[in-house]
């Protein structure tokens, strides 16, 4: 048997998530169609990381095994012949028995593409977010180097988050801005489930005025996700990255390969 690593991209609109689901769409299932197809037998697909109704993923990475004799080349051109639009994979690689795509990373990498502007954008529709209202950047910032460092996030964590431990180490926020556009940047050791999309409710919070920069620092110690605000849309968040050991040599940075994302 040999194990494969597949870097894949996919548009979350056309997905109810990554996670097989009875009768309805995912990317788990779209893709372990198209890999068993390949292989001959039943695969699955083992991911870094779950993604949610929505959210898109720039850089999902993947393992699964076979005892197929296929050329790379075919994990990725040959798979992508039996997948619709919306799924593509990036790259494949060989990768010894010991790598496993979810418990050998070693941080996830998300990016947040969000519109302001009076006026909802229709072309970027489903894949960036939006806000009208003038937000202070200034502020936004300065709450969000508040949340890096190790917490515990239990106040951005959904009630379904099936984690063991709501602490985590966020290493990087970073918020550009371009134009009318605000780009923002996750990493993490690891993410709960809505944790970035709950964050950035948050800081948008704060950035329309209603509360202070140092209010972030409540909403931590508080451990309630009831007192934060709404969880915020799905539309404009991409799972950007996922970072290994540099033993197994996959691609471990984001690498925008559309511009933004």
Same mark, same amino acid.
């Given at each position: ?9 996919? @548009? ?10 009875? @009768? ?10 198209? %890999?068993?197809?390949?292989? /001959? ?29 296929? +050329? ?13 639009? /919306? ?8 990768? +010894? ?38 937000? @202070? ?11 890096? /460092? ?30 009318? %556009? ?58 950007? /990255? ?8 996959? +691609? ?7 511009? %933004?994302?």
């Amino acid at each position: 048997m040999k194990r494969i690593a597949l870097g894949v991209e996919y @548009d979350g609109r056309a997905f109810c998530g990554w996670q097989v689901q009875p @009768d309805v769409a995912t990317v788990q299932s779209a893709l372990e169609a198209a %890999l068993s197809r390949m292989a /001959g037998h039943p695969v699955r697909a083992h991911a870094a990381g779950r993604t949610d109704t929505g959210v898109h993923g720039a850089t999902q990475v993947v393992h699964f095994d076979t005892d197929a004799n296929r +050329p790379l080349t075919a994990w990725v051109r040959g798979v992508n012949s039996f997948l619709s639009t /919306g799924v593509a994979v990036l790259w494949a690689r060989e990768v +010894p028995d010991s790598f496993h795509a979810r418990f050998s990373a070693t941080a996830r990498h998300y990016r947040y593409l969000l519109i302001n502007h009076p006026v909802r954008p229709a072309l970027w529709a489903g894949r960036v977010g939006w806000i009208h209202q003038q937000l @202070d950047i200034a502020a936004m910032r300065e709450a969000a180097g508040l949340l890096l /460092g190790e917490h515990d996030f239990s106040s951005f964590r959904a009630a379904e988050c099936q984690a063991k431990t709501p602490v985590k180490t966020l290493r990087r926020l970073d918020i550009a801005q371009e134009g009318n %556009l605000l780009i923002c940047d996750f990493s993490a050791d690891a993410f709960l489930h809505h944790m970035v999309r709950n964050l950035m409710g948050a800081l948008l919070h704060i950035a329309k005025g209603n509360e202070p920069p140092a209010w972030i620092t409540e909403l931590l110690a508080r451990c309630d996700r009831s007192v934060a605000p709404p969880t915020f849309m799905p539309d404009g968040l991409y799972l950007a /990255g996922v970072s290994y050991p540099p033993e197994y040599a996959l +691609p471990s940075e984001p690498l925008p390969r559309h511009g %933004l994302i």
